[in-house]
């Protein structure tokens, strides 16, 4: 049973077939949301009553091959859900010109569920005939028509994000070229133009968390302005990436070794992050490897 005082949100999804209804759902998920497709609409009651305060908005899709789908009984389910004070429900309804759906499915050349023996406008026409009263008692249309892209996944953001939704989790790694790139860099950024601290003979066995590496690199005429940019163009593509719905982003600085110039780089970017409001996990590759002259080559 849910906590006294919890307020269960649940958020129907319907529309046309081929209108996006799965993408929408999959974008919910991607925000937090608990999601379902085509789940038997007379149990929702039960799915309320077997909840938790700690789980999430519910999304559920349903459409005409929903086992028991008659849009009279589920706008009649709804409303009683909706009347409960316990629940905060609401409708969302995916729709999409005929002419568009049938250039959809003809070059997918997927059947239409609806269209059985005749032709997929036969069917698109049947469709939307029956999904009429929900489209009509919808509280939410969103029509993809003319959606290129994702946007309408930008819609759906837009329309139901809320203060739960997963933030962007940033990750900011060092790593030596020497050792090998690394697989999963979203933004790379090259630090080996850096005066080497390898080649000072008292900085070879720190590393870049430590002071005088950190004063010697700080030291070198190009590092301040180079990294002035590095820092702004991370402020600026950091928040168009979250946009853009991004769930992780990696950002990894790079130099010979992967234990002195990448290191103090990564640290200080990560800096510059939090104090921008994120919360960035760093990782430093290399920064047990044992320094060696043949790898240092630069």
């Known amino acids: 049973m849910s906590a006294p005082g919890t307020r269960h949100r649940i958020l129907l999804v319907t529309g046309m077939s081929g209108a996006g209804k799965s993408t929408a759902l999959q974008v919910l998920e991607d925000m937090g949301w608990e999601a379902i497709d085509n789940f ?3 149990l929702l009651p039960s799915l309320v009553e077997t909840g ?3 789980h999430g908005p519910v999304a559920i899709g ?3 091959r929903t086992r028991g789908f008659v849009p009279a009984e589920v ?3 709804a409303e009683a859900l909706a009347a409960r004070e316990d629940v905060e429900l609401s409708t969302l309804f995916i729709d999409c010109s005929a002419a568009e759906l049938e250039r959809r ?3 997918t050349r997927r059947p239409h569920p609806m269209a059985r023996e005749r032709p997929v406008a036969g069917g698109i026409k049947a469709e939307r005939e029956l999904l009429e009263p929900l489209r009509s008692w919808a509280q939410v249309l969103i029509d993809t028509s003319t959606f290129g892209g994702n946007q309408l996944q930008q819609v759906v953001r837009e329309q139901f994000a809320s203060e739960e939704a997963r933030p962007m989790t940033v990750t900011v790694s060092s790593f030596g070229f020497s050792r090998g790139m690394p697989p999963l860099a979203d933004l ?3 630090m080996r133009f850096i005066d080497n601290p390898h080649w000072v003979p008292e900085l070879r066995e720190l590393t870049g968390l430590d002071a005088p590496v950190a004063a010697h690199i700080e030291a070198d005429p190009s590092f301040a302005p180079a990294f002035a940019r590095i820092s702004e163009t991370l402020l600026e593509l950091l928040p168009r990436y979250a946009a853009q719905d991004r769930s992780y982003l990696n950002i990894a600085f790079g ?5 002195h110039r990448s290191v103090y780089s990564a640290e200080a970017a990560a800096e510059v992050l939090r104090k921008a409001g994120f919360s960035p996990t760093v990782i430093h590759r290399n920064l ?3 320094p060696a002259d043949p790898i240092e080559r630069s």
């Open 40 to 42: 038997p609409l007379r």
């Open 52 to 54: 938790s305060d700690t």
């Open 62 to 64: 349903f459409d005409s």
């Open 75 to 77: 706008i009649a389910q």
């Open 105 to 107: 499915y003809n070059e």
């Open 188 to 190: 790379l950024f090259d």
């Open 255 to 259: 130099c010979t070794g992967g234990r």
């Open 288 to 290: 047990g490897d044992r």
